[in-house]
């Protein structure tokens, strides 16, 4: 079954205390993004990747990293993370020119 | 102002009405147009993609993009409880980069 996984799918941590949230597509896809999703203001790109070791910067991606070693992974890395980052997290891949796969989203609290 | 405008809505229309559904935009760049379907506590799903200008039909589904009004809609025919849910629209300007702007989402009712 072709799927975007995403973990944890929720997470409540401290400020300061260095996290990774995980992205794994099983579909041989090119493009895969992080997003983060808050009331009122939407979807908004937080990092891109257009192929292995090729990352970019979307809308809002201070605070935030990114690796993408392999083709199928593309983990998103808060070094210090902040009560203002806490959001829904989404994942998504595709081989085209669209989006075509989201994970499930990962919520995470910042206290 | 934002680059991408979405009425939030929420729309309640009745069981069978056509639904109509639109952004507008402020980036003459932009040659994606997407739009997704957002079921509460799930990821958005694609339904409908749409190159440069025109109109597309999927079913009961149908996305038109007008360059020149910097428009784009998506409308419903027969719409079914089932079609609940909060839809987004999306952008992103053609080769060499990957960044998307999505619209807020406008929630949509459909009543039985």
């Known amino acids: 079954e072709a799927q975007v996984t995403q973990n944890p799918r929720y997470l409540i941590t401290v400020t300061g205390k260095k996290l990774t949230v995980t992205c794994s597509q099983n579909?041989?896809?090119?493009?895969m993004s992080w997003y983060r999703q808050d009331p009122g203001l939407g979807l908004r790109q937080i990092y891109y990747?257009?192929?292995?070791?090729?990352?970019d910067k979307g809308d809002v991606p201070e605070g935030y990293k990114v690796s993408r070693k392999e083709k199928r992974n593309f983990p998103l890395i808060l070094e210090s993370p902040s009560p203002n980052q806490t959001s829904l997290y989404f994942c998504?891949?595709?081989?085209?020119?669209?989006?075509?796969?989201f994970g499930q989203g990962t919520r995470l609290t910042v206290v | 102002q934002k680059e991408v405008e979405q009425d939030p809505g929420p729309l309640s229309v009745p069981e069978g009405a056509i639904v109509s559904l639109n952004c507008t935009y402020s980036?003459?760049?932009?040659?994606?147009f997407m739009w997704y379907r957002q079921y509460s506590r799930k990821g958005p799903e694609l339904l409908m993609y749409?190159?440069?200008?025109g109109n597309k039909e999927d079913g009961r589904f149908t996305a038109q993009v007008d360059k020149s009004s910097k428009y784009i809609s998506l409308f419903i025919r027969d719409s079914q409880p089932s079609d609940s849910a909060t839809y987004l629209c999306?952008?992103?300007?053609?080769?060499?980069?990957?960044?998307?702007?999505f619209g807020t989402g406008t929630r949509l009712k459909v009543l039985a």
């Open positions: 999306a952008m992103r300007v053609t080769s060499g980069t990957y960044k998307y702007i």
């Open positions: 579909m041989n896809h090119e493009y």
């Open positions: 749409t190159y440069s200008s």
């Open positions: 980036n003459s760049a932009f040659q994606y």
């Open positions: 998504a891949s595709s081989s085209e020119g669209a989006e075509a796969f």
């Open positions: 990747s257009m192929n292995v070791e090729v990352t």
